[in-house]
């Protein structure tokens, strides 16, 4: 059974910085394409990156890009969502989620996803 489990989200200041993680368990990734998704109260989910699991390959939503970074560990089976320069319009609870194929930024292509991880930013 697959199993995402994330964790690191917490209270911040604005400026801050977090750096989240997602352990994944039991089946082999690197065929997946894993991805952070995050949701903040009464909006829509938002994708935020993507990392392809193989090849390292990273992708960003244009709003995240120079404060976001994402990565990989493959011998910790644990992929990592950096986060600097924090603002509060950041807070949200994140997500981690993984897929075989499909639109990268569209959750509906996504087979399986964490519980999530509040992150919050104070002004």
């Known amino acids: 059974q697959v199993r995402l489990v994330e964790s690191g989200g917490g209270l911040v200041q604005a400026g801050g910085s977090l750096r989240l993680s997602c352990a994944a368990s039991g089946r082999t990734f690197s065929s997946y394409r894993m991805a952070w998704f995050r949701q903040a109260p009464g909006k829509e989910r938002e994708f935020v990156a993507a990392i392809n699991w193989s090849t390292g390959n990273t992708y960003y939503a244009d709003s995240m890009k120079g404060r976001f970074t994402i990565s990989r560990d493959n011998a910790k089976n644990t992929m990592y969502l950096q986060m600097i320069s924090l603002k509060p319009e950041d807070t949200a609870i994140y997500y981690c989620?993984?897929?075989?194929?499909?639109?990268?930024?569209?959750?509906?292509?996504?087979?399986?996803w964490g519980q999530g991880t509040q992150v919050t930013v104070s002004s």
């Open positions: 989620a993984a897929t075989g194929g499909g639109i990268m930024w569209k959750g509906e292509s996504y087979d399986y």
